[in-house]
């Protein structure tokens, strides 16, 4: 699965923050410096720089530049919650930590309406930051019968949703809760936090055409990783 050219650009950068060369503060590429160096268009410039201030690793200033952020990571919850949004991925890269095909009833998760002996793929991923941090364990399980070739893909740039879209499944709707949850003393150690800390879970089912489930996933975020909020525009009297 080819990378987009955003991701890599953005990676380019995120790699540079990581490494200490651009520093806290440091004033970032303009979108038509990114134009000009990578041969892009100003939307996939832009969309680099949207992307690093979404993750809170750049702060954009109207008129002044896009600079590295020192801050915690900020996530608005709309966006959080949004298939759109998080399709776009965060700055860092995932760690495969393991997969396998297994009947549902031996899965890390419930899959709602599956059979006990339903044949499904089992995805756990850990997400470092730019820094090399942890920042949150993914678990997936999906329908092995619309998705068999899943565990030969590259699972570090995986998006299952548009993986999913992309083999034809019929997604008719999805439904995400966001629950909170303490850590078990091995989410704890993956996340190099404390046993018990409490956290915030994101769950999402993918939903077919027929009723069915074909996905279920978690994601649980370290915490201090990250501030959540809410924006939302005031309309004018």
Known sequence: MAVPLYIQIRREIEAKIRSGELPPGSRLPTEIDLSAQYQVSRATAQRVLNDLAEAGLAIRRRRHGTFVADVTRQINLLNFVTPAAAAKGTPGRHEVLSVRIVRADAAILELPGAAADTAVVELV?????????????????????????????????????????????????????????????????????????????????????????????????????????????????
């Open 125 to 237: 991923r850990r997400k470092l930051d730019v820094r090399e941090e942890p920042l949150s364990i993914e678990r997936h399980v999906v329908l092995f019968a619309v998705a068999p070739d899943l565990p030969n893909e590259s699972l570090e740039d995986l998006r299952s949703l548009s993986y999913l879209q992309g083999k034809g499944v019929p997604i008719d709707s999805i439904r995400l809760y966001l629950d909170p949850v303490a850590l078990t003393e091995h989410d704890a150690a993956l996340l190099n936090t404390e046993t018990g800390t409490p956290a915030l879970m994101r769950r999402r089912e993918l939903r077919s055409d027929d009723g069915g489930t074909v996905e279920v996933a978690t994601t649980i975020v370290r915490p201090g990783s990250t501030e959540f909020f809410l924006e939302l525009p005031v309309s004018a009297a």
